[in-house]
T-cell receptor, first 115, second 113 residues
Framework: AQSVTQLGSHVSVSEGALVLLRCNYS??????LFWYVQYPNQGLQLLLK??????LVKGINGFEAEFKKSETSFHLTKPSAHMSDAAEYFC?????????????FGQGTRLTINP | DADVTQTPRNRITKTGKRIMLECSQT?????MYWYRQDPGLGLRLIYY???????NKGEISDGYSVSRQAQAKFSLSLESAIPNQTALYFC????????????FGPGTRLTVT
């Protein structure tokens, strides 16, 4: 069975600092990997995804993530945090033939930006 | 107008009551999903439907039932609500077998007292 672990339920950074949100996965086959963001009182929206090909993927709002098979990781980064990045972030995994179906989510990381 | 809508947005109900949460979408997608979100647990899949005649149980279907009334409508029912069903419920859609993205509604906050 697939699973996702997000290290740190809360992360706090200063405005302008590097954002690093950690995600490790467990899967018997090379997975598809996703990061979703949830702003207060809203549903989730896709930030970025890895399916095949280049292991460094870029998403919306300046975020990027790198798939590292040897480390079973898919950490999310942004070089310079902005106040508008405050939200909850979810890493998710699916099996390749399932595409976006049957996503398995991590427990989420709440990102706080300090002025 | 939102592509995926959920009604109601907030609901407080009593233990033992039957309640229905509704989801509608205008995206024309064939696949629809119901999740519940609990603090510290992320989102867990309750039921999913790949078309009107296809309904499947997810990770935590006990105590829930669903109905796919049309391609655009997918309802979640709690036959006899209990307090540990207090959670935030999300509906989502995706387009076909090759889609890589699910589109989420705004959520329904359900409290069972």
């Amino acid at each position: 069975a697939q699973s996702v672990t997000q290290l740190g339920s809360h992360v706090s950074v200063s405005e302008g600092a590097l954002v690093l949100l950690r995600c490790n996965y467990s899967s018997s086959v090379p997975p598809y990997l996703f990061w979703y963001v949830q702003y207060p009182n809203q549903g989730l929206q896709l930030l970025l995804k890895y399916t095949t090909g280049a292991t460094l993927v870029k998403g919306i709002n300046g975020f990027e993530a790198e798939f590292k098979k040897s480390e079973t990781s898919f950490h999310l980064t942004k070089p310079s945090a902005h106040m508008s990045d405050a939200a909850e972030y979810f890493c998710a995994v699916s099996k390749p033939y399932q595409g976006a179906q049957k996503l398995v989510f991590g427990q989420g990381t709440r990102l706080t930006i300090n002025p | 107008d939102a592509d995926v809508t959920q009604t109601p947005r907030n609901r407080i109900t009593k233990t033992g009551k039957r309640i229905m949460l509704e989801c509608s979408q205008t995206k024309g997608h064939d696949r629809m999903y119901w999740y519940r979100q609990d603090p510290g647990l992320g989102l867990r899949l309750i039921y999913y439907s790949f078309d009107v005649k296809d309904i499947n149980k997810g990770e935590i279907s006990d105590g829930y039932s669903v109905s796919r009334q049309a391609q655009a409508k997918f309802s979640l029912s709690l036959e006899s609500a209990i307090p540990n069903q207090t959670a935030l419920y999300f509906c989502a859609t995706s387009d076909g077998a090759s889609s890589y993205e699910q589109y989420f509604g705004p959520g329904t906050r359900l409290t069972v007292t």
